[in-house]
């Protein structure tokens, strides 16, 4: 018979758990205590009506039903959950995972297959946390010969840099991005350049054949796709006079400049293609040619850091192209028109007798309004709407519009072949780069004829 | 904070670049000077033009350290490069160096820069891009000229007779 644990006795399993109990505690009397302490020291509080938050005032209002909502509203304005939770990266990576169990199952669909089936019980709708689990349970193995520092920071690099592209996509009205830039776009650009120098310093740094190819491979892919990308946004500035991502959003708000820039947005969509390393323009990874790539020699949570990088690129430039193409949030409100009292003064409750006794918050406002004595006029007809409902509306018509475009990026993989590395540089360098300035030139024509533009007609 | 952050971003270009001149390695070479042009880029956002930080950081650390790496790549540095060790030519580089920083920083020392103090605004890119399209076309043009034509010139010269057209 075979056991799994042969010298199993109860007493050393009771013993290793009061051993650990001991020292965990130990550790944190002496260590860990001292350790929040110093932290709350130094971490600046807010203010909440009118009360510096403390920690016991935090415990003890965590209990309070009339302080919560402060609580949360203060929490959700602070920066830090803007840079970790909603525009920031939670938000993205959250869209990522559902990209990537979205993907797999659509191109089995296509391609008749079932696709992950059996992780959960409704469509394999686990695999994606199983594949988490086994990508951090993994061995991370490093060539022998491979250049360990830089071998080890390619992956987060990556992911930092995707990061920062993430944080300058504005996802709402009033200000919901986590760096409002003056010159984003420019940001952007600048961002976007940092992709090819991880990938070629990390396919270098795997000292391997086939990570150097890829590399090699990306790096002309990225940088001749670089200029066109560039070229191709620039009509739709022309056309606004500003860099600032939120004032082109806004700029969108009667029409999306896809009706003026079709041809801007067509190369844009291509160059986006390229720089996301997706089929037909996915050479740097082409697995029946050069294993994976730049990725060969990555294993374990080192992949999934890579992999979780790139979906987030994914969704940074489809939100880009959602934001200069497409009007970004700008869409009709969902929520119902109100009557201005009811919004501003509350809904009365009267009693038997029908006389007002109290007054009450329209349910599911409050929490998301930043303050709820300021109001935000819609500028159509008398239309009151707060900024919490602003908010959700345009947060919903965002990622509407950001999931569609996902989708049309991920659609070419089922459909296309690979294409050579020669017509690929040719579309790039002639075709793209030729397209975008006929795009410029629609743009410019726009302006000077008083169409659009700074004091046009629209 | 902001002398904090000036010492910094001086410390991050200063050290990258001395970096950059003494690494044995190229790659880490090449590496260290991006520091030096992010640097620069840093001391851009100090001096309130974003928009001339951006382009730093998309054209230097994107474009030009790229090519950079790419060529350090595709060299094999034992065969070309071999490394003397003269300690004179170093203190004599170094000696030249301080020389040049005190003449320079003589001069602008001495051109009163010290006395200008101003709580103007910055300047803002839009002007900058305003003035660029009225006044000064004529350079803006000349200068869009010669660089199309060297690009021209280029292609040209690439352009390979022997090669097959590429067919699709």
Not at chain 1, 290 to 306: D, K, N, P, R
Request: aromatic share 12%; glycine share 10%; with cysteine.
């Amino acid at each position: 018979m075979s056991v799994i644990a042969p010298k199993f006795r109860l007493g050393y399993f009771l013993k290793g758990i009061f051993d650990n109990a001991f020292w965990i505690l130990t550790i944190v009397t002496l260590a860990g205590i001292p350790a929040i302490q110093i932290v709350l020291f130094y971490l600046e509080l807010p203010v909440i009506d009118g009360e510096l938050l403390t920690a016991f005032l935090a415990f003890t209002w965590l209990f309070n039903p009339t302080m919560q909502i402060p609580l949360i509203k203060a929490l959700i304005y602070s920066d830090l959950f803007r840079i970790v939770a909603f525009p920031g990266f939670g938000f993205a990576a959250l869209i990522a995972a559902g990209t990537i169990f979205v993907e797999r199952k659509m191109l089995a669909k296509l391609q008749l297959r079932v696709g992950p089936f059996y992780c959960g019980k409704v469509e394999g709708i686990l695999q994606l946390a199983g594949d988490g689990l086994k990508l951090i349970s993994k061995e991370i193995i490093i060539p022998a010969k491979a250049d360990k520092p830089l071998f080890w920071a390619a992956p987060v690099l990556f992911v930092g840099t995707a990061a920062a592209f993430v944080a300058l996509i504005p996802v709402a009205p009033g200000g919901w991005v986590v760096a409002d830039l003056d010159v984003g776009l420019l940001a952007v650009f600048a961002v976007i350049g940092f992709f090819p120098i991880i990938t070629i310093l990390s396919a270098w740094s795997a000292n391997s054949k086939f990570p150097f190819i890829g590399g090699i491979r990306a790096l002309h892919q990225m940088v001749s796709f670089e200029i066109p990308l560039i070229l191709s946004l620039l009509g739709v500035v022309i056309l606004t006079g500003t860099l600032n991502l939120s004032e082109i959003v806004e700029s969108q708000s009667s029409f999306p400049w896809i009706i003026f820039m079709p041809i801007g947005a067509i190369v844009f969509f291509t160059t986006m293609l390229a720089e996301l390393e997706r089929i037909p323009f996915d050479l740097p990874e082409a697995e029946s040619e050069i294993v994976a790539g730049w990725l060969t020699e990555f294993s374990g949570m080192m992949y999934g850091l890579v992999q979780l990088g790139s979906y987030l690129k994914l969704y940074a430039f489809a939100a880009l192209f959602v934001i200069i193409f497409l009007g970004g949030w700008t869409g009709p409100v969902f929520w119902p028109p109100l009557e201005t009292e009811l919004i501003t003064e509350g809904i009365p409750i009267p009693n038997y007798a029908g006389d007002p006794i109290l007054t009450v918050n329209t349910p599911g406002l409050p929490l998301l309004d930043k303050d709820p004595n300021e109001w935000v006029l819609q500028e159509q007809g008398e239309l009151v709407y707060t900024s919490g409902q602003l908010l959700v509306s345009g947060v919903i018509w965002f990622v509407l519009k950001t999931v569609g475009v996902i989708f049309f990026i991920l659609l070419p993989r089922g459909v296309f072949p690979r294409i050579r590395l020669d017509m690929l540089l040719h579309i790039g360098w002639y075709k793209l780069i030729g397209l975008s300035f006929v795009n410029i030139f629609i743009a410019l024509g726009l302006v000077y004829a008083g169409v659009i533009g700074p004091g046009g007609i629209l | 904070m902001a002398d904090a952050l000036f010492l910094a971003i001086s410390v991050l270009t200063i050290g990258s670049a001395i970096a950059a001149l003494e690494m044995r390695s190229l790659v880490y070479g090449s590496i260290a000077l991006m520091g030096t042009l992010g640097g620069v880029a840093g001391f851009y956002v100090m001096l309130d033009s974003p928009f001339v930080a951006m382009f730093q950081l998309a054209v230097y650390v994107g474009s030009i350290a790229v090519l950079i790496l790419f060529t350090v790549m595709l060299v094999k540095r034992e065969l070309i490069f071999k490394k003397i060790e003269d300690p004179k030519r170093k203190f004599a580089g170094i000696g030249l160096m301080l020389i040049v920083i005190l003449a320079l920083g003589a001069v602008i020392m001495d051109s009163g820069i010290k006395t200008i103090s101003t709580d103007s605004d910055p300047v803002d890119f839009r002007e900058i891009g305003g003035d660029f399209l009225t006044y000064y076309w004529p350079a803006l043009i000349l200068m869009a000229l010669i660089l199309a034509g060297s690009v021209m010139g280029a292609l040209v010269l690439a352009r390979r007779e022997d090669t097959i057209e590429n067919e699709q």
